[in-house]
């Protein structure tokens, strides 16, 4: 039986990208190859259709993204060998248990990271050595969602020189809000390179997809801290 397909992809362009990734061994190098061919995209403010009074509609692009779109989509391709295993890790990847609700969407990166590990899409990393944070956040800037309280756990932005040398290329990262009602105000795809540590993000201020020099990012950025997330 085929997976329900989502709006806004056909099956061609995605088989022709799986295609293209066929001979990549590992999930982090296939999100690295997959991440670079969309940098140039623009960006897209609110792209997926619902909300708590209209019925969700499960749908994707391959041509503008935001933030959080931008990971789905090459996560979900490069864990995927054909059209319809696409169409279901994406719909596992976004909302909870894989059902297409719009109250099921992970709204927060908080709920998106745990319900991927749930789902084993995600695996834990271990950050020996490298301080972190744990607090509690009641989370209500979701208009139509009830508030909902969260307890997570970070690195703080001070801790950074001591997580840096953790990092893998197709890692995501998150970067955590200073304000107590939010968790994450941003994403992005760790790639490495000889000189740098790098982030590919769908960046609202620069109007697309980039790459850029991480540390710039956080030098640019007021943020509390960041959490780390890696492909299984």
């Not at 295609?19 to 670079?36: F, H, Q």
């Amino acid at each position: 039986m085929r997976a329900a397909a989502p709006n806004g992809v056909t099956r061609r362009e995605v088989e022709a990208l799986l295609r293209a990734m066929a001979n990549e061994a590992s999930v982090a190098e296939r999100i690295d190859l997959l991440s670079k061919r969309f940098v140039g995209c623009p960006y897209q403010t609110n792209p997926l259709i619902g909300s708590a009074n209209s019925a969700e509609v499960f749908t994707a692009s391959l041509e503008r993204f935001d933030c959080v779109t931008y990971i789905e989509v090459m996560l979900a391709l490069a864990i995927a060998a054909s059209f319809d295993d696409f169409a279901t890790a994406l719909r596992r990847i976004r909302y909870a248990r894989g059902r297409v609700e719009w109250r099921r969407r992970n709204h927060y990166s908080t709920s998106w990271i745990r319900n991927n590990l749930r789902e084993k899409i995600l695996r834990p990393i271990s950050l020996r050595a490298v301080p972190t944070v744990t607090s509690e956040r009641v989370l209500n800037v979701v208009e139509g969602l009830p508030v909902r309280r969260t307890r997570m756990k970070w690195v703080p932005k001070r801790a950074f020189p001591r997580l840096a040398p953790h990092l893998k290329t197709g890692d995501l990262i998150f970067f955590v809000s200073t304000r107590r009602n939010l968790d994450v105000f941003h994403a992005g795809i760790i790639a490495g390179d000889d000189h740098a540590l790098l982030m590919r993000h769908a960046s609202r201020s620069q109007g697309g997809v980039v790459e850029q020099e991480l540390r710039d990012f956080m030098k640019s950025n007021r943020m509390a801290g960041l959490v780390v997330a890696r492909p299984r």
